[in-house]
């Protein structure tokens, strides 16, 4: 089991910053790629940014490339989304995913198992 836990979540305006963490214990956090995803009101779930375990592979959704930064610390078990020039559409509910090792950078809701609570951001225009 690997429990997660988001924050850093919060109002901002248009163009501002924010940074996302998320806490995991449990089973070794290293061993799991990491991921965050998005969901707004009405809408499917949305990928926005996947890392490997070594931290040498990253993969962003379309709509937060250039703007959005995923990273993560092994020794703090924490993964970060760093979210810049935010747009009023960038507000949703951001969840902190965690898949196996094996399954390798999947951008699929479908391949991670444990999930988090969520954080709201809200992007005010």
């Known amino acids: 089991q690997v429990q997660l836990v988001e924050s850093g979540g919060g109002l901002v305006q248009t163009g501002g910053s924010l940074r996302l963490s998320c806490a995991a214990s449990g089973r070794t956090f290293s061993t799991y790629a990491m991921g965050w995803f998005r969901q707004a009101p009405g809408k499917e779930r949305e990928f926005v940014a996947a890392i490997s375990w070594s931290d040498s592979i990253t993969v962003y959704g379309d709509s937060v490339k250039g703007r959005f930064t995923i990273s993560r610390d092994n020794a703090k078990n924490t993964v970060y989304l760093q979210m810049n020039s935010l747009k009023p559409e960038d507000t949703a509910v951001y969840y902190c995913?965690?898949?196996?090792?094996?399954?390798?950078?999947?951008?699929?809701?479908?391949?991670?198992?444990?999930w988090g609570q969520g954080t709201q951001v809200t992007v005010s225009s």
């Open positions: 995913a965690a898949a196996p090792i094996h399954r390798g950078i999947t951008t699929a809701t479908y391949e991670y198992d444990y």
